[in-house]
């Protein structure tokens, strides 16, 4: 249990509870101010979002490729059944383990070590901050051409460098199916460990000096600040980073499509890239949206599971009992 | 209780949401264009470009309907038309290769039956064959031409190859001899994996012939002898290693891609079809070999029934979409005016499917001249396999083409795979 926790909860008893002090000016809006407000983008979600979902689920049952009203063609659970038998499917699952992996080994504590370097006070801090920002602003398409002619084949920056260092002979960065990946998972993490570098900043910034100078009184050593106050209080940040990573790497699409098509041979395509080309170049749409639902299940369960067993701690009070001090 | 303030807030709310959904609503709406004819072509470098923009202008000034060009790159435009297709609503007027994606159109009711078409007496009738489904036309074509292997004659001369090679064994032996004179013997853009599929599909031309082809799609049955012999044999070319390096990641006609290592004159040979000298150019911001740039047909091949004069092609052509205006067959025969096929041939470097070709080209250069000699002598033609076929199949053919050459696939596979999607198809 920590003070942070402790300070939500009573916050949330207080509001709750005893005479409201801030009832005047929070009075309830009316029904017809509060439909004008979630009308439109409750439409738009129906519209562009649960409808689509809806309708994959129904056209997923179907062999169908898109062309000439509604689907026709029942195919029960057929898309589903070629579907765990397809072994790019089952590569692309493969795959997405890999980089999951890779972000939370590599990628994230990386980001975590430099967001607490940039916490202590030293000339040029911001600067550091900002250009360590810089490449998660920029699109993930445009990062993909970018790396495509650093790592083009005859006259790439990264073959140049090697060659200006005195190697000898080129390395396939995006061609040799061994390490597409890996280069892959490299632009990744040149491109997302400023965002969750900055989460971290944020949260470390969070955590009140008084703690770390109690304990710097009671003689704490410098890893053992770090270890009880720092970690345990920076608990929630590191969680949801992991969280978005997740799921973010489970919809990894642009980056990767521009890059290399998913190819060679597959070697570097994801769920999302299987489903375009299926949906897409193949004209199998019943196909892909057994696929995507599949996606859908993947990201929802994962979520589900750790909103359930780790994120838990961190939303109690927060988003589960607002209204819990009133009845 | 009653604040002055409320009813403009309320306002201000409602006003706030309507531009909200406004905005949506914009958004929803931004892939449609107000132009009368909407005009998606693939030559997305000058001249050319321009030249179609220019044909544009002027029929728009003559008819007082808006076009509205677009142009777009071939791998773009081929997965914006395929979402366009699934939408139900193809543009005005857009490029088409025929086959079996046109067929597919039309089965969709999507485009627009031409066969009344006042000026067809213009063009080459074989030139509309690839257009004609059930006995009516759909599109009007501007380019005709072949698959074939452009050479470079310097790099061939280098090497003390003296004659082009007409079988394949002399071919894989010339590949050998560049190989061992250090130069990159072929230029290929596996991602883009079509560039790749001409050579699975001649080799099954020569092996198991037209017909054979043709009896093997009807049936939906690749499991022929022939189609294993096939893909056993460029995955042997694929293991002499004869594609320059990092060819598993480059594209056709992108930076350091297979045009460009022939445009730069460092790949001796591409398999490709009547557009290459110009893509060469283009990609590599050359003047390409020039002179040096040599043609010859896929070599045949000792116990099939295919022959050297049977040629893999097809040509570039417009369809109308079932919304156009009726206007639409004008503008078309605009683009067919002689001396508009004479700019086209000229600035884009095409093919011409004129039914008098020295109306439109009094004098071919060496390139154009290279196609037509072909086509002259060509005995029968076999349409892309990734057009002629359901998009189903050809993506799968092209995909299966990849995999053989980087060995992943045998050709074994490969054969399942296409049968496997023929199934799936029926």
């Not at chain 1, 009671?218 to 980073?241: E, K, S």
């Not at chain 2, 082009?164 to 064994?169: E, I, S, V």
């Not at chain 2, 004069?309 to 369809?319: K, N, R, V």
């Amino acid at each position: 249990v920590t003070p942070t926790r402790d300070q939500i909860r009573s916050d949330a008893g207080r509001a709750g509870g005893g005479a409201p002090p801030r009832r005047g000016r929070g009075r309830r809006p009316g029904a017809g101010t509060l439909a004008a407000f979630i009308a439109p983008a409750l439409i738009l979600f129906l519209l562009f979002v649960l409808v689509p979902v809806l309708f994959a689920g129904y056209t997923a049952f179907f062999r169908w490729n898109g062309l000439g009203g509604l689907p026709t063609d029942f195919a029960g659970l057929e898309n589903f059944r070629t579907l765990v038998a397809d072994e790019v499917f089952l590569g692309d699952l493969g795959r997405i383990g890999l980089i999951t992996v890779l972000s939370i080994a590599v990628q994230l504590p990386m980001a975590f070590g430099l967001a607490m370097l940039l916490h202590q006070r030293f000339p040029g801090r911001t600067a550091f901050r900002l250009l360590f920002f810089v490449p998660y602003i920029l699109t993930e398409a445009v990062t993909a051409v970018l790396f495509g002619l650093i790592f083009s084949p005859r006259r790439g920056f990264a073959d140049a460098v090697l060659a200006g260092l005195g190697a000898d002979g080129r390395i396939g960065w995006l061609s040799d199916r061994g390490i597409v990946l890996f280069v892959i998972f490299g632009i990744l993490t040149w491109k997302f460990f400023g965002f969750h570098m900055i989460l971290y900043l944020a949260g470390r910034q969070n955590i009140p000096e008084e703690l770390y100078e109690a304990a710097r009184v009671d003689g704490a050593t410098g890893r053992q600040l770090f270890r009880h106050i720092t970690l345990p209080l920076m608990g929630p940040t590191v969680r949801i980073t992991v969280f978005l990573s997740v799921i973010g790497t489970v919809q990894l699409f642009d980056l990767v499509y521009v890059l290399t098509k998913g190819g060679p041979y597959h070697a570097s395509e994801t769920l999302a890239i299987t489903m375009y080309e299926q949906g897409f170049v193949r004209g199998q749409i019943g196909y892909a949206s057994a696929l995507s639902i599949a996606m859908f299940l993947i990201s929802l369960v994962f979520a589900l599971i750790y909103q359930r067993y780790v994120l838990s701690r961190d939303t109690q009070g927060a988003l589960t009992s607002t209204d819990g001090g009133r009845t | 209780m009653r604040n002055p303030l409320r009813r403009p807030r309320a306002l201000l709310a409602a006003g706030a949401a309507a531009a909200l959904a406004l905005t949506a609503a914009a958004c929803g709406d931004s892939g449609e264009s107000d132009a009368d004819i909407t005009f998606w072509h693939i030559q997305n470098e000058d001249p050319m470009k321009s030249t179609w923009a220019a044909m544009a202008d002027e029929w728009s000034e003559e008819s007082g309907l808006t076009v509205e060009p677009s142009a777009i790159a071939v791998e773009d435009f081929k997965t914006r038309l395929s979402t366009q297709t699934q939408a139900g609503d193809l543009p005005g007027l857009y490029n088409t290769w025929g086959g079996g994606v046109l067929a597919e159109q039309v089965e969709a009711g999507l485009v627009r039956d031409i066969s009344g078409l006042e000026c067809l007496d213009k063009v080459n009738p074989i030139a509309l064959e690839s257009y004609t489904i059930d006995g009516k036309l759909y599109a009007i074509p501007f380019d005709q031409g072949v698959v074939g292997f452009w050479y470079n004659k310097d790099l061939f001369a280098q090497a003390g190859i003296t004659t082009t090679p007409t079988t394949w064994t002399e071919f894989t032996a010339a590949v050998q001899t560049l190989k061992d004179a250090g130069i990159t013997p072929i230029a290929l853009g596996a991602a883009d994996k079509w560039p790749v599929h001409y050579y699975w599909t001649y080799l099954t031309m020569r092996l198991v012939g037209l017909d054979g082809l043709a009896a093997a799609a009807e049936a939906g049955d690749f499991s022929g002898e022939g189609f294993v012999q096939a893909g056993q044999l460029l995955a042997d070319l694929a293991a002499m290693e004869p594609f320059q390096e990092g060819f598993e990641s480059a594209t056709y006609g992108e930076v350091d891609g297979q045009a460009a290592h022939m445009g730069e004159g460092i790949a001796a040979m591409e398999l490709m079809g009547q557009w290459a000298p110009q893509v060469q150019r283009d990609a590599s911001g050359t003047e390409g070999p020039g002179d040096a740039l040599g043609f010859f047909p896929f070599p045949a091949l000792d116990g099939g029934p295919g022959v050297a004069t049977e040629f893999l092609g097809g040509g570039g052509g417009f369809a109308a979409g079932a919304d156009a205006p009726e206007e639409i067959e004008d503008f078309m025969c605009y683009l067919l005016e002689e001396e508009n096929q004479a700019r086209a041939v000229k600035d884009g470097n095409f093919s011409t499917v004129a039914a008098d070709p020295a109306a439109v080209v009094p004098e071919m250069n060496a390139e154009q001249q290279a196609i037509a000699d072909a086509l002259a002598k060509a005995t029968d033609t076999q349409l892309y396999l990734d057009q002629a076929y359901p998009p189903a199949i050809g993506s799968i053919i092209n995909d299966a083409s990849q995999g053989l050459i980087l060995g992943e696939i045998d050709s074994a596979e490969f054969v399942t795979m296409v049968n496997e999607a023929w199934a799936a198809e029926q």
